[in-house]
């Protein structure tokens, strides 16, 4: 699909109602759950009476709390670009080859940088 000389222009690619909204609204979830999430990311302490669980439990809830922290982090990060790309007017255009990305894409992950080919291309390396 080639970008035709539509009302917008190439510059402003299609993209969902509100998004600055929508995203402003993820940026305030997400940042709510890491400050959930600071406290389970905390080491067990030694001495700290930890009830029924055992220390390795306390260990392993520890180390799923990193994961789902560095997790929200990422998250976080793209909420953060896609708002600058709002401002910027290059929302909804794909970071590597420019194409615009799809709507419902962006609806289901305004937060993504990559057009669904790039994404599996980036993902498909990423394997190897
Ligand atoms: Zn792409």
Aim: charged share 30%; net charge neutral; hydrophobic share 35%.
């Amino acid at each position: 699909m080639q970008d035709g000389p539509g009302p917008r222009g190439p510059s402003s690619p299609p993209q969902p109602p509100d998004i600055g909204a929508v995203l402003r609204g993820r940026e305030a979830e997400i940042l709510e759950q890491l400050r959930r999430n600071a406290a389970a990311a905390e080491p067990p302490s030694l001495d700290e009476e930890i009830g029924r669980l055992t220390r390795m439990d306390a260990l392993q809830q520890q180390q799923l709390a990193l994961y789902a922290r560095r997790r929200l982090e990422t998250q976080l990060a793209q909420i953060r670009g896609a708002l600058v790309r709002v401002s910027e007017g290059s929302f909804g255009r794909c970071a590597l080859c420019k194409q615009a990305i799809d709507v419902r894409r962006l609806e289901m992950v305004p937060e993504t940088p990559f057009c669904v080919a790039c994404q599996t291309r980036l993902e498909d390396e990423g394997r190897r």
